[in-house]
């Protein structure tokens, strides 16, 4: 019997008609291949919030002004934020990393300096990153997982703070996907009906200006930003680690997609926590053929829909660990 056939076998032995617990039977089997085990675990699990500024912002194309991004890293370090109030609801470690935010922070026991630079260049005027720039970012997602307080951890939930990166990830998923931009782009935070003409307007100058854009090295250094780099690059450190991916919403789509589309591999790792309300995820996740766990109209990012799933995820594992058979309890199992 190969392993499968043994997760397998194990999930059938359960004192349940056979596949009655649905999603969460295919939850189980891929922690299970992943890791190896008909034991899944899902040891220390961790939200990690990557934080950037984005040169494009000002040009106009969010509802917020850019010095939002570190004022709301202050906020998730005092534990305000709504990823501080979900994360301690169910008990997940929570880390902020600055990928290149545009302020310099004091040192903070909660706050991983891996500052690529002060915002992003303006995809307008130029790449937003350069080719150093994305090596620093391979580097840095190797020595993150590295560290003492990550590298036990089975499951990493992505998050994401960076004014302007509805922007980035909407460039992104058209350019990877050679979708019209229409399909691609949504409010954001907020903007009114001026503000998204204005989005637009940018956004369709940015993708002229980079049509030779094509690889995903090309499509990231293009578009940027510095913690949509940074989330792909360590999606792709992580799975090479046999760590789960949970991916977050429209921001962490878009970073998925790249990680992926420079390494399939990492699709075995990925569980999607949920559809966000920003308009261009439901299409971005299905050219992934990813199925997300939760709808629930949010659109926040953060974080916030990866610990809202994380839940059901331990659901998963714990029914393999816990329940018991139709032998150990006696039920009779089916004719
Ligand atoms: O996760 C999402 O699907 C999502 C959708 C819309 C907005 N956001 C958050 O809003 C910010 C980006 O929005 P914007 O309008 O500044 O491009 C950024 O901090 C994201 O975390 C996040
Ligand atoms: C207040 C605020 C909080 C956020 N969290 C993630 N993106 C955000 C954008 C704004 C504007």
Redesign the pocket.
């Known amino acids: 019997m190969n392993l499968l056939q043994e997760i397998q076998q194990k999930i059938d032995q359960k004192t349940k008609p056979i596949g009655a617990l649905g999603e969460l039977e295919n939850l189980a089997k891929q922690i299970c291949m992943v890791q190896e085990t008909t034991s899944p675990s899902l040891k220390n699990p961790t939200i990690i919030v990557f934080a950037g500024d984005h040169g494009l ?1 000002k040009e106009g ?4 002004p850019q010095e ?2 570190f004022q ?1 890293v202050y906020n998730f370090l005092n534990g305000g934020a709504a990823i501080n109030v979900f994360s301690r609801q169910h008990d997940l470690n929570l880390k902020v990393v600055d990928a290149g935010v545009n302020f310099d922070f004091e040192p903070h026991p909660d706050l991983i300096d891996m500052k690529i630079g002060k915002g992003t260049e303006s995809s307008l005027r130029g790449n937003a990153l350069n080719a150093d720039q994305i090596s620093d970012c391979f580097d840095k997602a190797k020595a993150l997982l590295e560290r003492d307080d990550l590298k036990d951890v089975d499951i990493v939930g992505f ?9 980035s990830a909407t460039l992104i998923m058209s350019a990877l996907y050679q979708l019209r931009l229409d399909e691609c782009i ?6 009114d009906p001026e503000g998204f003409k204005r989005k637009y307007d940018v956004l369709e100058k940015v993708l002229e200006k980079h049509q030779g854009a094509t690889s995903p090295e090309q499509i990231l250094s293009a578009f940027g930003g510095f913690e949509i780099a940074m989330i792909a690059t360590t999606m792709l450190e992580a799975a090479s680690k046999g760590k789960m991916i949970l991916v ?6 878009a970073a998925y997609a790249i990680a992926k589309a420079m390494n399939p591999e990492i699709q075995k790792n990925a569980i999607f926590s949920h559809v ?3 308009k261009g ?1 439901r299409l971005l996740l299905q050219k992934l053929e990813a199925h997300p766990l939760l709808q629930l109209g ?5 974080g ?2 990866a610990a809202m799933a994380f839940p059901i995820i331990q659901s998963a594992v714990n029914f393999m660990n816990e329940m018991a058979s139709f032998e150990s309890a006696n039920v009779s199992d089916k004719e």
Do not use: C, P, Q
């Open positions: 912002a194309v969010s509802a917020y939002v991004t709301m998050g994401e703070m960076g004014i302007g990166n509805t922007s949504g409010k954001g935070t907020g903007v977050d919403g429209f921001i962490v789509t966000s309300d920003e995820h949010m659109r926040l990012g953060e916030t829909g």
